[in-house]
């Protein structure tokens, strides 16, 4: 019996990661400039990345493993954001545009 909780919780994070990857690949794609892109990557594409992660470490049923899996999820929690937010205002000091549908520049005083 433990063994499909253990099997169906695997499947749900698994699924749900891989959504959410699909996700941020579309976003990068689709998305009209080089600010949205980030932002689809370092949202969807962390939570993708961490709930696979976590799906890994829940599989392997050592705790070793699911212990690196956690801190590979917490340094995508923490690094993603902000490496992104750098990368966006550098991009914006380079002078790469807005896209046209963009209302508010935050970046402008900076």
Same mark, same amino acid.
């Given at each position: ?7 169906? #919780? =695997? ?16 976003? *990068?794609? +689709? *998305?009209?400039?080089?600010?949205? +892109? ?13 709930? *696979? ?10 705790i070793?493993?699911?212990? +690196? ?6 340094f995508?929690? #923490? ?6 937010h750098? #990368? ?9 545009p807005?896209?046209?549908?963009? =209302?508010?520049d ?5």
């Amino acid at each position: 019996m433990m063994a499909w909780i253990v099997a169906g #919780l =695997v499947v749900a994070l698994t699924i749900t990661g891989a959504i959410f990857s699909l996700i941020a690949a579309i976003g *990068l794609n +689709r *998305l009209p400039d080089v600010y949205t +892109r980030m932002h689809a990557a370092s949202k969807a594409g962390t939570v993708g990345s961490g709930l *696979l992660l976590l799906a890994v470490g829940i599989h392997s049923m050592e705790i070793a493993t699911l212990a +690196r899996a956690l801190a590979g999820f917490f340094f995508f929690i #923490l690094t993603a954001p902000v490496s992104a937010h750098l #990368l966006a205002m550098a991009a914006h000091k380079a002078g790469y545009p807005l896209a046209v549908k963009s =209302v508010v520049d935050d970046l402008k005083q900076i």
